[in-house]
Structure formats: structure tokens, C-alpha cells
């Protein structure tokens, strides 16, 4: 799907140290890197010890390498990566190099999806 659709992306994502509430504000008001305004949609926190703390980040620009980018821009590089879901379809359970077919209910999500995104641009 092209970013162009909004469609949102979930990643459990480890960054270094712990973030702080004014960091985790930082990421969703957004920061400019590259000419462009980069944003997290939501984050939440998952696990967290001294050294690292996992998050669910969302996300629905899809820039180029963007939460590594946000990451580094609030001084807390990003140290694993993992995305688990792509609009409704969930990867939790898909292994790397593994696929699967879509079922017809999320192909027809995706594409009301896709034409509900270019009609509200007109």
C-alpha cells in the first residue's frame, strides 16, 4: 500500500533508555527531520528496564526509516524494530520470510480503505 492511503502500521519498537512523558509528547506533536514533519499516531509503553523499554508506536505517514529518524532525534536510538500489524492484518504470528494469503474480509477492508482515503482528498 502506498503512504499515500494512511494506512496505519503498528511496530513494537525498543529504544534505548526509557522515554519520558515529554519525549513520548514529542513524538506524537511531531519533529522536523529530513523537510518533513515526522509524527507518531500513538505510543504506548510495554516493558521497561534501566538499559531499554519497549513500545507500541503507530504510525500512518510511512516514511522512510521515520521512527529510527524520531528515535534518534529525541536521543534515544531505536534498538529492535518489529511490526505487527498493517491496517487490519495482524503479523504477530508470521515468522520472518514466512507469508500468507489474505482472507477476502481484510482484502475488502483494505481496499474501503484505500477509496475512502482518495475520496476525502477531492
Same mark, same amino acid.
Given at each position: ?26 513524538? *506524537?506533536?511531531?519533529?522536523? &527531520?529530513?523537510?518533513?514533519?515526522? =509524527?507518531?499516531?500513538? @505510543?504506548? +509503553?510495554?516493558?521497561?528496564? /534501566? ?27 531505536? *534498538?529492535?524494530?518489529?511490526? &505487527?500489524?498493517?491496517?487490519?492484518? =495482524?503479523?504477530?504470528? @508470521?515468522? +520472518?520470510?514466512?507469508?500468507? /494469503? ?21
Amino acid at each position: 500500500m502506498h503512504p499515500s492511503y494512511e494506512i496505519e502500521r503498528e511496530y513494537y519498537v525498543k529504544f534505548k533508555d526509557v522515554l519520558e512523558i515529554e519525549d513520548l509528547q514529542r513524538l *506524537q506533536d511531531g519533529l522536523m &527531520i529530513d523537510g518533513d514533519i515526522l =509524527r507518531v499516531k500513538k @505510543i504506548f +509503553p510495554i516493558t521497561s528496564v /534501566s538499559k531499554h523499554s519497549w513500545y507500541s508506536v503507530t504510525v500512518d505517514q510511512g516514511k522512510n526509516r521515520m521512527i529510527r529518524k524520531l528515535g534518534e532525534a529525541i536521543g534515544h536510538n531505536v *534498538q529492535r524494530i518489529k511490526r &505487527i500489524r498493517i491496517g487490519n492484518i =495482524r503479523l504477530e504470528n @508470521i515468522k +520472518p520470510g514466512e507469508y500468507r /494469503s489474505l482472507e477476502q474480509k481484510e482484502i475488502k477492508k483494505l481496499l474501503l480503505k484505500k477509496v475512502g482515503s482518495k475520496k476525502a482528498e477531492r
